[in-house]
């Protein structure tokens, strides 16, 4: 059984921002790896504090990140402490938290200059964005894009940007998020230009539902730490 093994969450990619300071909880709010969506209100900041390795990527608006400066479609990885200030329109930004260690390399991967190349698979294409640590990377499918049926032994990771991702079963439209643990296997393809921010390498089993409890101390620290949804729901199956 794998009910346990793949976690999925959603979040209106198209709604209107909610209240600055809200965060959509996609993981359980003390997952030692955790990931949600932040909403920053115009000129206003988001606190990344030491000891953590935060990886952003920026959905809507501008940011400076210890004076970095992002706009729509930048990724950053984040060592350690830093503040965000957001630009005068606000931002909202796809956030992944985990204790930094030896691993951790600040990387900055600007949307102007990302270099994309060929994926194994003909119909998709790669962009690399980290491979510290675990890999981090876009891909993009064309119609008509499909893989075999697979697992990952170190677990996968999975937002969609845009277009929608399916399989046999279910569709994922944008602002679709999966988290499959090692065990979990699936079968993904898409039918239309589908953009999808890919994690892989960084789940063991101690990582499973329930089980992580080290970001918990600091939850307190980030702004409206009530969620504005939350939607993470267990599964079998992708």
């Known amino acids: 059984m794998q009910h346990d093994l793949i976690e999925r969450g959603w ?19 003390g997952d030692a790896l955790w990931t949600g969506i932040v909403e920053i209100g115009a000129a206003e900041t988001y606190t990344l504090d030491a000891g953590w390795r935060h990886d952003l990527y920026v959905l809507r608006g501008n940011v400076e990140v210890n004076g970095q400066r992002l706009h729509y479609d930048d990724f950053l990885v984040q060592c350690g402490a830093g503040v965000v200030h957001a630009g005068q329109g606000g931002a909202r930004l796809f956030v992944y938290r985990e204790a930094s260690g030896s691993h951790c390399k600040p990387t900055v991967s600007g949307a102007a200059s990302r270099a994309w190349r060929d994926g194994r698979n003909p119909q998709m294409r790669v962009a ?14 064309e119609p008509g894009a499909r893989t ?4 990952h032994s170190n677990g996968e990771e999975i937002f969609v940007l845009s277009g929608e991702l399916r399989n ?26 589908t953009t999808i921010l890919l994690r892989n390498g ?3 089993a101690a990582s499973r539902p329930g ?28």
């Open 128 to 141: 690399p964005l980290s491979n510290h640590g675990h890999i981090v990377s876009m891909v993009a499918w």
């Open 202 to 204: 960084h789940l063991q």
């Open 148 to 151: 075999i049926d697979h697992g």
């Open 211 to 238: 089980a992580g409890e080290g970001a918990a101390r600091d939850e307190g620290k980030r702004p409206g730490h009530t969620p504005t949804s939350y939607l993470r729901r267990r599964q079998r199956g992708f």
């Open 11 to 29: 979040t209106d990619m198209n709604a209107a921002s909610p209240k600055a300071g809200a965060v959509a909880h996609l993981t359980d709010p």
């Open 168 to 193: 046999a079963v279910d569709r994922y439209p944008a602002g679709s998020w999966l988290r499959l643990h090692p065990g979990a296997r699936h079968e993904p393809f898409a039918e239309v230009p």
